[in-house]
């Protein structure tokens, strides 16, 4: 029985795994071949390898706004997941660790705000930035992504179990305010929260769609998701683009590896980081 329990949970990782990699690996072969040998070969072959001529038809479609796109994904996602997981673990340590009237009815908000779907929120948020007359600009995308209530709450459960009390009350015996406690010793604790926090914020706003869809009518403003989408639409009367969307998008996924590449000796971190032994 525990053989076959072993062999049902390998078979099960197997799966998910295979799931995982096929599309990737799909989309590598994709992108390395000619138009003709995209619609000419199976999925899972090489042609003519041209790869370093499809990233120059990338990079050369309407005057290289691709890269325009991609720094525009760097800056959503970059800036926008580095300052919302700061407010997000300063939320998580405030209500962890202060007490104050109401706190539990307000995490209760926070939590509702988990359950509401993102592509709800799409509408309410234009008819806002359209009264703040910001529609069709940079901040109509970027202030939005700052609010992460999943991440207030698991800021919250992290700093429970990253940052013991007795520090901070050590630091403010100290003579140290809150301010400084936060930044000097609370902060340290919580840098594998606020990396953990990061990377599901990085992935959410580098994959966000909908949002720039609803908000966005200047292609110089598109991040990557919905800059390939527009050129996935025009494949239909000119198939050129099937190819450059999937060379593009096979660009779009190096950002994520590469973060989560360099990021990753912070999950192997000490779950007493930065803490007074």
Not at 30 to 53: E, H
Not at 57 to 65: C, D, K, L, R
Not at 99 to 108: H, M, P, S, T, V
Not at 219 to 236: A, D, H, I, R
């Amino acid at each position: 029985m525990k053989w076959m329990s072993r062999a049902t949970v390998n078979a099960l990782l197997i799966v998910a795994t295979l799931y995982t990699l096929l599309p990737l690996t799909w989309l590598l072969f994709a992108s390395t071949k000619s138009l003709s040998d995209l619609y000419s070969t199976p999925g899972f072959a090489f042609g003519d390898f041209n790869l370093i001529a499809n990233i120059r038809a990338v990079g050369a479609e309407n005057g290289g706004i691709f890269f325009r796109w991609y720094l525009n994904s760097v800056l959503y996602a970059g800036i926008g997941a580095a300052v919302s997981s700061f407010i997000t673990v300063m939320c998580g340590y405030a209500f962890d660790k202060y007490e104050w009237l109401g706190k539990e009815k307000l995490f209760g908000l926070v939590l509702l705000g988990v359950l509401v779907p993102t592509t709800a929120t799409a509408l309410p948020l234009y008819l806002l930035a359209s009264r703040a007359g910001v529609v069709n600009t940079f901040w109509a995308v970027f202030i939005p992504v700052l609010v992460h209530p999943f991440g207030v709450y698991l800021a919250r459960v992290l700093s429970s179990g990253y940052v013991p009390g007795e520090v901070l009350e050590a630091a403010r015996s100290d003579g140290a305010g809150e301010i400084r406690t936060f930044a000097r010793v609370a902060l340290p604790m919580l840098m594998p929260a606020y990396v953990t926090i990061f990377l599901f914020q990085f992935t959410a706003i580098w994959n966000n769609f909908f949002l720039p869809l609803v908000m966005l009518n200047d292609q110089n403003l598109y991040p990557l998701s919905l800059g390939l989408f527009s050129w996935e639409k025009q494949g239909n009367a000119f198939p050129e683009f099937h190819s450059l969307v999937i060379t593009g998008s096979l660009l779009s996924v190096v950002p994520l590896l590469l973060v989560f590449m360099s990021l990753q000796r912070f999950w192997k971190a000490g779950m007493t980081a930065g803490s007074v032994k």
